[in-house]
């Protein structure tokens, strides 16, 4: 038997262990050079602080620009320059112990338990469930196999018609993740590795949090070290998402009801809490941890007195900035506008030096970022970046569709006026949070302050565009979702207030409880969906828990991981790509090329629709639709697309065929559920992908 959740336990903390070099030292060596926010004078725990979230800013976006220009070789060399740099530091002037509280010490290690226990799959017996997250860590893993096999601008994982097609998505924060993949000899898996940058996405925005309450939201050191603390723990809080979510609960008992969500945050237009968010989509969280450090670098920058030392501010946060957009281009989307505001109030006000640190950070982004931005041009599916639209309340839709109601405008209509109710389930205690702060700051008689001002300013436009627009890319509205982040940022700090200065009445307190249970409750469902649907608790979904979750999802794990130790990296496999939504086991432990990964070959990640078409269709006589023959062998297959491995399971319609490719071919590998079979001659273009 395989020892599978071992070895995903193991593959992990290893890369968990590698990151320092990646998304520490370069950070580290950075911050030195340039002394960034007095770095040299300050203690060991404000410099690994502040190199976490300075690594995650800039060395992806060197590793882009070294691997776009030169090869990602020579981004490993430069990343590795900085561990010799960091080296003589370290002998000559020494790092020093951190002086953390244990409370500091316990989130880390808890930090670290989530992030294992969400991410790893869990076998019991002969039996191995991937987590609900599986479904986005698959892609993820993909990507990242691209990475370290194609270099950069890595290949779309997901469609290969005889060559590679450039990946169009926003990569960045998986660079780190694909050079580690590589220069471990693939030792590391592609998932391991993602999982490893989750830890690292997640410990570098806390440190980002303790950061902004040093530098920049700063109220006295008697008061730091409890803000500190009360903004890292606040991460652990979300919304009144438990909610509606005890509300299906309770028509489920009741049978009225069998579908369970297989998360807190999908009943309705995401808002999501930071830890979902963390364990979900890191890149995004890396993309929202970069422009506030960007925020932070161009408001100290704009204190210094030297011309000299704005323009190295400057300099930094512009790199930070491109980094952005590579990493979370919605979130650097809202970003980008907010800085546009921004750079016109400080005009305004005749702040000359905050002005031009603006100008001359947005220059250099601009420039840092256009390679990548212009290799995003194509005639990619979808449609258009950014559309107009009132963020929707899913259970006004219920009751409309119940009643036969379906014009947009009185959707539309109702949205507006759902509005406070969306937004006090989706926000709960940081929303009666945000209100007690504004109405104690309004009773003082004062003017916003600078930073207030800047925060209030970030927040306001992050909820308006998340309010009145949505991405239009594909179905999912991910500026809606991920750009309202900036927004949850500046509610956390003024959260952090309220609970420091004054006193909890009950309503906020219940609030609050609400949010961290509905965190807790999140957690477990997503580690154990698929388990509960296997025990008939919840139903069954394809592409988490289909019948026998626990079976099948162990044989396809001993199929694909045979195919990854049995095959070069660079080899192009297939599966039936007439999926509903994604094969989440061929995507999570494939580690390979997909020639059509389903039926439009996710060309929104590269190339295009016209040239899908052919190989899906021929890949049909090969994997017919169901009560209809295989009109092709194997090996007539072989010749008609590019691939080198074909993979046949027990739900194709294949399979049923006792005449087929399936049962009259011999398997190089095959179990109760799974059938792998090699391609006798592949074309020279099927292993030769670079």
């Known amino acids: 038997m395989h020892h599978y959740m071992r070895t995903d336990l193991l593959e992990s903390l290893a890369a968990v262990g590698l990151y320092p070099l990646l998304l520490f030292v370069p950070g580290y060596v950075i911050a030195w050079l340039a002394d960034l926010f007095a770095f040299r004078r300050r203690t060991p725990a404000f410099r690994i602080a502040l190199s976490i979230p300075l690594s995650i800013s800039t060395c992806p976006i060197l590793i882009y620009l070294a691997g776009r220009f030169a090869s990602i070789t020579v981004a490993g060399g430069i990343i590795a320059i900085t561990w010799?740099?960091?080296?003589?530091?370290?002998?000559?002037?020494?790092?020093?112990?951190?002086?953390?509280?244990?409370?500091?010490?316990?989130?880390v290690l808890a930090w670290l338990t989530i992030t294992l226990f969400v991410s790893v799959d869990l076998q019991i017996g002969a039996k191995d469930y991937y987590p609900v997250t599986a479904f986005d860590y698959a892609v993820r893993s993909e990507f990242i196999h691209s990475i370290g096999t194609t270099g950069v601008p890595p290949a779309n994982p997901f469609f290969f018609p005889g060559h590679a097609e450039p990946l169009r998505y926003h990569y960045f924060w998986l660079l780190p993740a694909g050079l580690m993949y590589r220069a471990t000899g693939y030792v590391i898996s592609p998932r391991a590795a993602w999982i490893g940058s989750v830890f690292w996405s997640g410990l570098g925005f806390v440190s980002l949090i303790a950061i902004t309450f040093r530098v920049f939201w700063y109220s006295g050191r008697a008061r730091f070290r409890r803000h500190a603390i009360t903004g890292v723990l606040l991460v652990g809080v979300t919304g009144l998402d438990i909610l509606p979510t005890a509300f299906l609960w309770l028509l489920r008992a009741k049978g009225l009801l069998f579908a369970v969500l297989v998360s807190v945050e999908v009943w309705n237009d995401q808002v999501d809490g930071f830890v979902f968010t963390a364990l979900w989509e890191a890149h995004h969280l890396s993309g929202l941890t970069t422009c506030i450090l960007a925020f932070l670098l161009l408001h100290e920058g704009s204190q210094e007195a030297r011309p000299v030392r704005r323009i190295v501010y400057a300099g930094v946060a512009g790199l930070a900035l491109a980094n952005a957009v590579g990493a979370s281009i919605y979130i650097t989307f809202v970003f980008a506008v907010y800085l546009v505001i921004w750079t016109a109030i400080v005009i305004v006000k005749g702040w000359r030096n905050s002005a031009g640190v603006l100008v001359m950070a947005g220059i250099t982004a601009i420039t840092l970022a256009l390679p990548y931005v212009l290799s995003l041009r194509s005639n990619a599916p979808g449609g258009p970046f950014v559309v107009f639209r009132i963020r929707p309340f899913y259970p006004m839709y219920v009751l409309l569709k119940a009643q036969g109601i379906t014009a947009a405008s009185i959707r539309s209509l109702l949205n507006l006026a759902m509005l406070p109710l969306n937004y006090f389930l989706e926000l709960g205690f940081f929303l009666g949070a945000a209100v007690i702060w504004w109405r104690k700051r309004r009773a003082t008689g004062k003017a916003l302050s600078e930073r207030e001002?800047?925060?209030?300013?970030?927040?306001?436009?992050?909820?308006?565009?998340?309010?009145?627009?949505?991405?239009?890319?594909?179905?999912?509205?991910?500026?809606?979702?991920?750009?309202?982040?900036?927004?949850?940022?500046?509610?956390?700090?003024?959260?952090?207030d309220v609970l420091i200065e004054q006193p909890r009445g009950r309503l906020l307190s219940a609030m609050l409880i609400l949010g961290a249970a509905g965190t807790a409750y999140d957690l477990a469902i997503l580690r154990l969906y698929p388990v509960l649907a296997d025990a008939g608790v919840v139903a069954h979904r394809t592409w988490v828990a289909p019948q026998d979750a626990g079976l099948h999802n162990y044989s396809a794990r001993e199929a694909y991981e045979w195919i990854a130790r049995s095959t070069p990296p660079g080899a192009v496999i297939q599966f039936d790509p007439h999926v509903s939504i994604q094969d989440t086991s061929a995507l999570l432990y494939g580690a390979r090329q997909i020639a059509a990964a389903d039926p439009h070959c996710l060309t929104v990640f590269g190339g295009d629709s016209p040239s899908c078409a052919p190989i899906v269709a021929a890949l049909g006589p090969i994997y017919p639709p169901k009560g209809s023959p295989a009109e092709l062998n194997l090996q007539e297959a072989c010749r008609t697309v590019a691939v080198d491995v074909f993979v046949a399971k027990d739900s194709d319609s294949v399979w049923a065929d006792p005449r087929s490719w399936v049962w009259n071919e011999k398997p190089v590998f095959a179990n109760d559920f799974f059938r792998v079979f090699r391609c006798h001659k592949p074309a020279e273009v099927r292993t030769s992908r670079n």
């Open 84 to 107: 010799i740099c960091f080296a003589v530091l370290l002998m000559r002037y020494g790092l020093g112990w951190p002086r953390l509280p244990r409370l500091g010490w316990g989130v």
């Open 453 to 496: 001002l800047a925060i209030a300013v970030l927040t306001a436009t992050s909820i308006l565009i998340c309010t009145f627009l949505r991405s239009s890319v594909i179905s999912n509205n991910d500026l809606g979702w991920r750009g309202f982040l900036p927004a949850q940022f500046g509610l956390l700090l003024w959260a952090a």
